[in-house]
């Protein structure tokens, strides 16, 4: 099958300029080539465009009872994004996303599902990205952007977002460490299952990922991985905006991707996030990225 690989230099969603980056360090980092060596048919779709943060004000479209920075500017990015994911599903060909911060999700998944039928999504995060305009502590979209698809929070009298096609029951997180206040209140309440670091210490990283993708497949029609990068330790993937100790090792993270590549017949699409070259050590953790999608790929040493 074609990958094609989509870039989305998005920045808008986070505090720290260099996730903007991300889609070049990891092409630096020898995507491609990983994927044609794999036998896929890698083609560069190229970049989204993404509008500067200093042409914006992001505050511009606060509300009283909601804060979110870059909110039309993020929607503008995500449609597009949305329809180049649709347009490469069209072709035939299989969407490789590359962002960029996690707020990009919204328009992957978009793009990737629709509305008469069901998507399971696996987010792999130390974060729940499960903010809204209303819990959110920083105004950042890329911790609210889980939260987003699944249509929860409002902005003024709407929903600020929502993806179609896309259930709670059949969302599924794993690595989770870092939950504000408010967002863990609403995970609770929701039907969303979330896998913890400690579950991952008690049960092992392999069969905790075994079942998430068995949630994540059941019921549904494909499935979405997202994988921000800010999952692994930070020993591992130190160029990510906002690092939390205690993420999953090197070898943890492969096994749970090619726990994904097991699954390739529901695997629909696939994005890689918050890459940000700036903060890394000579693109460690860009590289690192590219290894985790070969995994999710089928590479293997036998
Ligand atoms: N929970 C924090 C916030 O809402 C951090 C979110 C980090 N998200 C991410 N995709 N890296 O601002
Ligand atoms: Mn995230
Ligand atoms: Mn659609
Ligand atoms: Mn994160």
């Not at 300029?17 to 890698?42: E, N, Q």
């Not at 905790?208 to 029609?221: F, K, P, R, S, Y």
């Not at 090619?258 to 070259?277: I, Y």
């Amino acid at each position: 099958q074609n990958v094609r690989v989509l870039g989305v230099p998005m920045d808008l969603g986070a505090d720290r300029r260099g996730v903007d980056m991300g889609p070049s360090a990891i092409r630096y980092g020898g995507l491609a080539d990983r994927l044609d060596d794999l036998g896929f048919d890698c083609i560069d779709g190229g970049d989204i465009a993404v509008p500067r943060p200093e042409a914006g004000d992001p505050d511009a479209n606060d509300l009283p009872d909601g804060r979110t920075k870059f909110l039309p500017e993020t929607r503008e990015v995500c449609a597009d994004l949305s329809a180049a994911v649709a347009a490469t599903r069209a072709d035939g060909e299989f969407p490789l996303v590359l962002g960029g911060d996690h707020s990009i999700a919204m328009g992957t998944v978009d793009g990737a599902t629709d509305p008469d039928e069901e998507l399971g999504i696996v987010w792999f995060d130390a974060h729940g990205d499960f903010n809204t305009p209303q819990t959110t502590p920083s105004g950042n979209i890329h911790g609210m952007s889980l939260a987003g698809i699944l249509g929860k929070g409002r902005f003024g009298e709407t929903p600020w977002a929502r993806a179609p096609g896309v259930s709670e029951e059949n969302v599924v997180l794993v690595g989770l460490r870092s939950l504000d206040e408010g967002e863990r209140k609403l995970l609770t309440e929701s039907d969303v299952t979330a896998f913890t670091m400690s579950d991952i210490d008690t049960r092992g990283a392999s069969t905790v990922v075994q079942e998430a993708l068995a949630i994540a497949t059941d019921g549904t029609d494909a499935i979405h991985v997202s994988l921000d990068l800010d999952w692994l330790d930070p020993t591992e993937a130190p160029g990510v905006g906002t690092p939390v100790r205690g993420g999953v090792s090197y070898r943890e993270a492969h096994i749970a991707m090619e726990h994904v590549a097991d699954n390739s017949a529901s695997l629909r699409s696939m994005e890689v996030v918050e890459v940000n070259p700036i903060l890394d050590e000579h693109n460690r953790t860009a590289e690192l990225a590219c290894e985790l999608v070969s995994s999710a790929f089928g590479e293997r040493i036998l």
